[in-house]
């Protein structure tokens, strides 16, 4: 099952606020701004600035 494309449109990044970008397999959302990624586990993202791991 894929993340709601709605939901997608309405998310925005919880350290920067800016736009998210689904990274690839749907496995997180990234922002380009902060340089962090937030992981995506059983289609549920982890808008948590303390989980997020750097973007590669």
Same mark, same amino acid.
């Given at each position: 099952?894929?993340? +709601? %494309?709605?939901?997608?449109?309405? $998310?925005?990044?919880p %350290?920067?606020?800016? +736009?998210? +970008?689904?990274g /690839?397999?749907?496995?997180?959302?990234n922002c380009?701004?902060c %340089?962090?990624?937030?992981?995506? %586990?059983?289609?549920?993202?982890?808008? $948590?600035? +303390?989980?997020?791991? /750097?973007?590669?």
């Amino acid at each position: 099952m894929a993340l +709601d %494309k709605e939901l997608l449109e309405i $998310l925005v990044c919880p %350290k920067c606020k800016g +736009d998210l +970008d689904l990274g /690839p397999n749907e496995e997180s959302l990234n922002c380009t701004a902060c %340089k962090l990624k937030y992981l995506v %586990k059983d289609d549920i993202p982890i808008m $948590l600035v +303390d989980e997020a791991l /750097p973007l590669e």
